[in-house]
């Protein structure tokens, strides 16, 4: 492992090297015979690379090379830049679990000053990150919706494996008084029950993967539909927003009673059941559908109605942008731990950018970052001062 005497003589300690406090504990694999650059180097080189618009091993060496004069104000770099083969190795055999420990407690640290509300949970496949006789890579990820940061990640090779990667990610995570928000892969009593034991909330979509859960809900729905709900005890909001030509309502029905369910106590804590309809109308062609919640919390219709929307950042803040601007679908990382840990070098880039001051576009934030030191170093000092 590295410390952070490491560090110095030479460059003076600033704001920026304080991100290096994060991984002090994190164990080096490689003997120290063969060692030209420190484990801490080549993190701070890789974020900050990362930051800059670097999406490969490559660009990340030759964005090192390009800057190694601001480097060198917070790095000793007595070797220079480490090569993108070196970058490469490193992070083949850094071990995933203490690489993402400390993620997981910076992150963590970082969420206790800010109003932590609710974590979506959602998996993405990196499409390139498979070869012959090899899975491409599924990474299940933990996303603070209002705060745009990713809180950790665990790695399975099939999106079926969603469902023993959530318990183990929760353990990981502090989410007590959250509420947890999972799409309909991550429906199940195990998980539910994971969440409560965190002292968490769960708000789980029900689709066909819980057949019997699904038809209960579905029939308790319109048997009282034709009546508005007058015999049952509900509450309901609505609303429509109109964005260049399409036209979109929505409207959210939360059952506070949920005896008619026959299994509702195999869900631990299950208070509430939740309905949501869409209808969206754009060039005179419309588009109706109806979603089936299951919650853990006691909370009215515009709270949950919020929370079922605010889930989808996940897909639109976090894995659109993985895949648009950090080309995650088009890494060729392929081999042992380097697909985990360089997606979760990405994840951490992504935060950051996501939390820097400005209206720009995440792509023009990162070009900003690569072409002035003054833009990046306040991108990343925003980030560590949240």
């Not at 290096?20 to 650059?37: E, I, M, N, W």
């Not at 919020?306 to 995650?328: C, M, P, Q, Y």
Request: contains cysteine; charged residues 25%.
């Amino acid at each position: 492992m590295f410390q952070l005497s490491e560090l110095s003589p030479a460059p003076a300690k600033t704001p920026l090297t304080d991100l290096l406090v994060h991984f002090a504990d994190l164990p080096d694999h490689r003997l120290d015979r063969c060692q030209q650059h420190t484990l801490s180097e080549i993190i701070f080189i890789a974020i900050c690379a990362a930051v800059s618009g670097a999406n490969d091993w490559v660009a990340v060496e030759a964005f090192g090379v390009t800057k190694i004069d601001w480097f060198r104000k917070y790095l000793p770099l007595p070797n220079g830049i480490p090569s993108h083969d070196t970058f490469g190795r490193v992070f083949r055999y850094l071990d995933t679990d203490a690489f993402e420990a400390c993620f997981a407690s910076w992150m963590a640290e970082i969420c206790v000053g800010t109003d932590l509300l609710q974590v979506a949970i959602d998996g993405k496949t990196m499409r390139s990150s498979g070869g012959p006789g090899q899975k491409c890579l599924h990474v299940v990820s933990a996303f603070a919706t209002a705060n745009r940061v990713t809180l950790g990640q665990e790695a399975v090779d099939d999106k079926s494996n969603e469902i023993t990667a959530i318990p183990e990610l929760l353990k990981r995570l502090d989410i007590a008084g959250k509420i947890v928000t999972i799409d309909a892969m991550g429906c199940q009593k195990k998980i539910a029950e994971a969440v409560r034991e965190r002292d968490a909330d769960y708000l789980l979509a029900v689709k066909d993967n819980q057949p019997t859960l699904l038809a209960e809900i579905k029939a308790h729905y319109f048997k009282h539909l034709e009546s508005g709900f007058a015999d049952v005890p509900t509450t309901f909001c609505e609303s429509t927003e109109k964005n260049r030509g399409r036209v979109e309502y929505r409207s959210c029905l939360v059952f506070s009673d949920v005896n008619f369910l026959s299994m509702k106590d195999d869900w631990k804590g299950l208070k509430t059941v939740v309905v949501v309809v869409t209808d969206r109308r754009e060039n005179h062609k419309s588009a109706s559908e109806i979603r089936y919640y299951i919650c853990s919390r006691a909370s009215d219709a515009p709270v949950l109605a919020k929370a079922v929307r605010e889930h989808w950042t996940i897909e639109n803040n976090l894995h659109w942008s993985l895949d648009v601007t950090f080309g995650d679908d088009d890494s060729r990382v392929r081999k042992d731990n380097g697909p985990q840990n360089f997606a979760r070098i990405k994840r951490l880039a992504l935060s950051i950018v996501a939390n820097a001051s400005g209206k720009e576009s995440m792509a023009v934030k990162r070009l900003k970052a690569c072409a002035s030191d003054e833009r990046r170093e306040l991108i990343i000092r925003e980030f560590l001062q949240l």
